[in-house]
């Protein structure tokens, strides 16, 4: 599952040498959690019809697999 996320990361970033995907073994599973380069956080955020176009926080989502 790590190398699905990387390789997919890598796809659609501008630095793919910056893709970090690091699994964490918890009680309930595995987390992966996905690290990229800053501007590739700014640079894929399209501003949708209840966005505006100036920056937002950067936010980040954990997962956890069954």
């Known amino acids: 599952?790590?190398?699905l996320?990387?390789?997919i990361?890598?796809?659609l970033v501008d630095?793919?040498?910056?893709v970090q995907v690091t699994v964490?073994?918890?009680e309930q599973g595995a987390v992966l959690e996905l690290r990229v380069h800053a501007e590739d956080l700014?640079?894929?955020?399209?501003?949708?019809p209840h966005r505006q176009s100036h920056s937002h926080p950067t936010q980040?989502?954990?997962y956890e697999t069954p």
């Open 1 to 3: 599952m790590k190398e």
């Open 5 to 7: 996320v990387e390789a």
């Open 9 to 11: 990361a890598r796809a």
């Open 15 to 18: 630095h793919p040498e910056d």
């Open 24 to 26: 964490v073994e918890g």
């Open 42 to 48: 700014a640079s894929h955020r399209s501003p949708g």
């Open 60 to 62: 980040c989502k954990r």
